[in-house]
């Protein structure tokens, strides 16, 4: 059974740090590309970062210079730094994995707040 399983979160002050794991389990087969992605309260789910088995990155334009993904693939872990938060960035962080010809599996969430 695939299982995504995310930590890290907490209650922060502005201008802090915080580095979100997410180990993936349960997995016969390759894993393309792993990501995340938040929901802030009353607002829709949007990408955070993501990084393919290759290593080529993207980030959302408004995050770009404070978070920091990378992955470990012999772990099946990806992580996230995150610094110089903001209140803003008050979200439940939720990652995912591409697997190969099976399809994206999600973790349940790790909630993420920032303090002004």
């Known amino acids: 059974q695939v299982q995504l399983v995310e930590s890290g979160g907490g209650l922060v002050q502005a201008g802090g740090s915080l580095r979100l794991s997410c180990a993936a389990s349960g997995i016969s087969r390759s894993i393309n590309t792993m990501g995340w992605c938040r929901q802030a309260p009353g607002k829709q789910r949007e990408l955070v970062a993501l990084i393919t088995s290759g290593g080529n990155i993207n980030y959302a334009d408004s995050l770009k210079g404070r978070f920091t993904i990378s992955r470990d693939n012999a772990k099946n872990t990806v992580y996230l730094q995150m610094n110089s938060l903001k209140p803003e960035d008050t979200a439940v962080y939720y990652c995912?994995?591409?697997?190969?010809?099976?399809?994206?599996?999600w973790g349940k969430g790790t909630l993420v707040t920032v303090s002004s």
């Open positions: 995912y994995a591409d697997i190969t010809l099976i399809g994206r599996y």
